[in-house]
């Protein structure tokens, strides 16, 4: 049976534990082994943390945001599309 956590793999979450005075923390969660989480903080940067946080320390996963969707990046630039307009000179479309 899969754990319900691994459906947010590459996802953005913010993980509370369950001491209430410790302060969330928040990054990609990268993966769930053997009752550990994987958080990446600060991911393809120069200060890139990887955490391991056990699960029975963990109160909630807030999901935040998805992983980017590849095929939804614009990979032309965006151009305006050109006018009919003859009258106007070429340096004005």
Do not use: F
């Not at 754990?3 to 928040?26: A, F, K, Q, T």
């Not at 990446?40 to 980017?68: F, T, Y």
Request: glycine share 4%; charged share 30%.
């Amino acid at each position: 049976m899969q754990n319900p956590i691994e459906r947010h793999i590459g996802w953005m979450v913010e993980v509370h534990y369950s001491s209430y005075y410790s302060n969330p923390d928040r990054g990609i969660l990268r993966d769930v082994v053997d009752q550990w989480l994987e958080l990446v903080k600060n991911p393809d940067k120069p200060r890139e943390e990887a955490l391991l946080i056990p699960i029975s320390a963990v109160r909630l996963v807030k999901p935040l945001n998805p992983p980017h969707d590849e095929g939804s990046r614009l990979v032309r630039p965006a151009t305006a599309p050109e006018s009919d307009d003859d009258d106007q000179p070429a340096e004005r479309r």
